[in-house]
């Protein structure tokens, strides 16, 4: 009974400790990955919501300026016509691209003769590519009594 006793107190041998440390590095690995993942899901979610705001944002100043005025509205618009009424957060950029109604469908050229409809293709996006966020923008040229004949 004595010798049975001594074999069990030996303790650990040095093959245990390495699978257990080998264990313990790969179970660390694991969790450092997950955190980093979720740490880069974050900072995208962040900037699809920062884009998702600013495209909005986009859009208002948009209808603010062709509502504000008869002027606001452009025949023929280019993409830069209504570039200037909004500037994007610090880090983000914004494209606009824009088709002209020609009585049965949007087309990307004007014709000459605006129909006085338009739809502005709104992109914001973070410039460095993980978030981008879309809006399709359809304006009219204001119809109100002091305008021109509409």
């Known amino acids: 009974m004595n010798a049975e006793r001594l074999r069990d107190d030996r303790g650990d041998t040095l093959i245990e400790l390495l699978i257990t440390v080998i264990i313990m590095g790969i179970a660390v690995a ?17 900037k ?9 944002d986009l859009a208002e100043a948009i209808e603010s300026r062709v509502a504000a005025s008869p002027t606001g509205y452009v025949d023929c618009a280019g993409p830069d016509a209504y570039r200037a009424s909004y500037t994007p957060p610090a880090g983000y950029a914004h494209t606009l691209a824009v088709t002209y109604w020609d009585g049965s469908a949007f087309t990307s050229t004007c014709g000459g003769t605006d129909r006085a409809l338009q739809r502005l293709r ?7 590519g993980r978030a981008s966020e879309s809006l399709d923008l359809v304006i009219r040229r204001p119809c109100r009594p002091t305008d021109p004949a509409c």
């Open 30 to 46: 694991v969790l450092i990955g997950g955190i980093a993942t979720s740490i880069r899901i974050t900072d995208i979610h962040r």
């Open 122 to 128: 709104l992109t914001v996006s973070s410039q460095d």
């Open 48 to 56: 699809q919501a920062v884009a998702g705001a600013a495209v909005r």
